[in-house]
């Protein structure tokens, strides 16, 4: 019964961590879908025409981690703007566009590499036609999709799920594309109640075998973002459905990045990232853990260090976490211990425990 137990929990288990194989396409010199990593991507809150602002943001997030980044096209100046924008950033530019085909035309022209567009909203057919030839001849990517706060009123009407209504339209706007043999394509799905998310992403991962990006739409600010987006896309990233996340934040694209980047990396998805284990503290501890813990993760983050280090408050739970991380550091009255590999290397001062744990770290790179 036992044996039988752990096969079937092994079993659910290998299903679970499988990444999804999607169509393979390249967004500019990068690579999604496959068996690709997931790319971390984000939007500029800048006005695209203010090139300078908006060039400083991009180069700041591909400096944290961002593969791509998305700006909004809202009129001429903007599509121009496209032009020295990615002569000056090192990652695929995404051109979001609405209502106006004749923008999609003049970003691609402009070198844009990926393009949001919804076909839904282009009422011509014959512009929608040019514009994916354009993409076709300039090889550039189509992000379609579907919102749940913009349903077309003909789905919206049908008695189905909002995860179905979600999915037939991506897939009214993935047949435009196909009507005109394009196939590099990107989806979105997205809802800002995490149970519709989940269940319309399923859905779609089964249907469609283009790439998908995934996220929580309007998740709102940071705090609230972050709890409704981890609840939301914990569950797909390790069903292995997924191929581009944005973390939606009212705020901070830069926060955005590095969100995503630890999500991934709790999820075993993303691999040169520290791991930091530091206790909440409570009535027993007897040395400033707080300000200890943030100072080491910010030294093991900005240098991307990969390794598993414990920052905890006393010798109840602190020594066997500290034993189990790579390198840790337990607090008692004033002072620190710290165990590497498992083993009791150190003692010394509070004053001394930054200076001392960045020294060892340092040793083991
Ligand atoms: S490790 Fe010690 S100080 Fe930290 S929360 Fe647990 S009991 Fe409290």
Redesign the pocket.
Known sequence: MQIYFLNHAMMVYTKAMKREKTRQTKIGTILIGGQNKVLIQSMCKHKTSDIDLVVEEINECAKLGADLMRVAVLDEADALAIKTIVSKISIPLVADIHFDARLALLAIENGVQKVRLNPGNIKDENMIKEVVLSAKKHGVVIRVGANSGSLNSDVDALPISLAEKLVLSAKKQIDILEKYDFRDIVVSIKASNIKETIAAYRLASEIFPYPLHIGITEAGPKDISLVRSVAGLSPLLLEGIGDTIRISITGDARDEVLAAKRLLHDCELYANYPTLIS????G??QVDVRPLGEKIFTYLEENSIPLSVAV???V???PGEAKSADIGIAGGKGQYIIFKKGKLIKKMSEDEAYDTMINEIKSML
């Open positions: 206790c909440p503290t409570c027993r501890t905890m408050g006393c109840v739970n602190g």
